[in-house]
Structure formats: structure tokens, C-alpha cells
């Protein structure tokens, strides 16, 4: 997503709502912080943070999470806080996300 300003620089814009869908060429992320990966390189669908160099959790935001389990928003907030679904993680401060092994795991004890 490009910003409107013709002075802007994207890598560097100063609009906060602003994601880029994909890495900037020649650059890669520092491995140290999973927080800088998560803020620099998100996508609509699904999010990725290494927790080791073999081991990845996929994390879901909620229109991905409603797409495999079918319930409106409300009923999903209505069980996660009756803790009949998995509670979120913050990725963000005002950004949640679900791990993909706790959804695919729900999904299959309702079946």
C-alpha cells in the first residue's frame, strides 16, 4: 500500500495504519526480535514469528480465524471470554492474534 503523499517515503511514512505486504528488497529482518518482524512485515492473512530457526508459529487475525470457524465476531468474543475459545495474543497495542495450533486444535475437537 502506497502513501498518498507524493513527499513520503515509504519506508518511513509517518501514518501509523500504513502496512507493507511485502519485505523491501535487499532487506531482511533482525532475527534477534520477533517484535520487529511482526511490526514491519505483517500481512492481512496470516503472521509468522520464528521462535527458533527450525520451529515457526503461524499466527491468525481474526478474519482468518472466523473464515475456518464458522461463528459471527460477536460469538467469538462471547466464547473467548467465557474461555470456551483459545485467548489471544498481543502482538500490538491494539492488535490480537491467535496461534494457528490453538485454532486448528479447536477445530478439531468440534468435529
Known amino acids: 500500500m ?27 529482518p533482525p532475527a534477534s526480535n520477533p517484535e520487529n518482524v511482526l511490526n514491519t512485515y505483517s500481512t492481512a492473512k496470516a503472521d509468522v514469528v520464528p521462535s527458533s530457526p527450525q ?3 503461524a499466527l491468525w487475525r ?13 460469538g467469538w468474543w462471547a466464547g473467548v471470554k467465557s474461555g470456551r ?3 489471544p495474543i498481543r502482538i500490538g497495542a ?18
Not at 4 to 28: D, G, H, I
Not at 94 to 111: F, K, T
Open 55 to 57: 520451529q515457526t508459529v
Open 85 to 87: 475459545y483459545p485467548q
Open 2 to 28: 502506497a502513501c498518498a503523499q507524493a513527499s513520503c517515503n515509504e519506508l518511513e511514512c509517518p501514518r501509523k495504519y500504513m502496512v507493507r505486504s511485502s519485505p523491501p528488497v535487499n532487506s531482511t
Open 94 to 111: 491494539r492488535c490480537v492474534a491467535w496461534r494457528e495450533s490453538d485454532i486448528r486444535a479447536l477445530i478439531a475437537s468440534l468435529n
Open 62 to 74: 481474526l478474519p482468518t480465524v472466523l473464515a475456518h470457524v464458522p461463528i459471527s465476531r460477536s
